[in-house]
């Protein structure tokens, strides 16, 4: 019987990670609050709240790896502090009874230094806000005595992804022919990951102990302007690159003065205003694994889009 591998959630990133792992004829279970997953013969699909330890022992057994996909209910430092830790801490604490290694995906927030090019051996000490939990998030998996693997990403792009900077906020305007209005400025080079790249290094991740208990990088390709990877989606779409402009940052800052969403997007200026690079070749090189070429990336995250109507 195929090696069986757990997916907490069925975002774009767990969707991704179950697809890819269905697709190398691996039994996948995929678990959710409200039974959600992909459509595959190989893909079982549970209704599970994995933030109660009580449920994750039977839908853990049995498992080589979980996939740990599930993020807060909003991006909002109040609500990662209060929902992230103790989701982690059950996950954690079942996948080490069932002796699997627990996988994450991870964001660049907790680097120290993001003014300078983040690599996998860089400083991760952020501090405050959405940062601090992210630091401490890591700290408590570099601490616990389960296996794990945390695989960095810059902002995500490709298919499934809707919600961020260059998901619903870019490629339906582009394909439009609408104007563009981003944040920061849109000509600061900045690292964006296209999911599937960090799905297949995740799992190439799970299923190599040697890489095991590290923070590796996802192959991410060289860092595009905003105004660049917008344009790289308009030749995909065979249309006319947009026209684009930018909210500064004292605009937005103003605005978070009255809406606690702003606020918190706020928060994260810092990557779009100035350079925000990662360095993935390291990880490439362990991994064994490449960044997709931009053209390809742009051509699948264009074709599902449309695809959506």
Not at 95 to 113: D, M, N, Q
Not at 156 to 184: C, Q, T, Y
Request: proline share 7%; charged share 20%; aromatic share 8%.
């Amino acid at each position: 019987m195929p090696e069986l591998y757990v997916v907490t959630g069925a975002g774009p990133v767990g969707w991704t990670v179950a697809e890819q792992l269905a697709g190398q004829g691996k039994r996948v279970r995929v678990l959710t609050r409200s039974g959600s997953g992909p459509d595959h013969a190989l893909i079982e699909r549970m209704s599970v709240d994995v933030a109660n330890p009580a449920l994750l022992e039977e839908a853990f057994a049995g498992a080589a790896a979980v996939f740990h996909c599930i993020h807060g209910s909003a991006y909002a430092a109040d609500a990662w502090r209060r929902e992230l830790p103790r989701a982690e801490e059950a996950v954690l604490a079942a996948a080490g009874e069932a002796g699997a290694v627990v996988v994450f995906p991870e964001s660049l927030y907790s680097y120290s230094r993001p003014d300078a090019v983040m690599a996998e051996d860089s400083p991760r000490e952020a501090q405050g806000g959405k940062r601090g939990v992210r630091t401490a998030l890591l700290k408590a998996r570099a601490a616990s005595p389960t296996n794990t693997v945390s695989v960095v990403a810059g902002d995500f792009f490709g298919p499934r992804v809707r919600n961020s900077h260059a998901g619903e906020r870019i490629v339906p305007a582009v394909l439009a022919g609408n104007r563009l209005l981003v944040i920061g400025s849109a000509d600061q080079p900045h690292s964006f990951t296209y999911v599937p790249d960090l799905a297949a290094a995740m799992i190439r991740a799970a299923q190599t102990p040697a890489l095991w208990n590290r923070v590796w990088h996802a192959p991410t390709g060289p860092a595009v302007t905003q105004r660049r990877l917008a344009a790289a989606f308009a030749e995909a779409g065979g249309v006319p690159a947009p026209k684009m402009g930018a909210v500064p940052g004292w605009a937005l800052r103003a605005m978070g003065l009255f809406s606690g969403g702003t606020r918190e997007l706020a928060e994260m200026l810092y990557q779009f205003e100035r350079p925000f690079v990662m360095d993935s070749h390291a990880s490439e090189d362990a991994l064994g694994l490449h960044p997709t070429p931009l053209p390809e990336a742009a051509a699948a995250t264009v074709a599902w889009w449309r695809a959506q109507g």
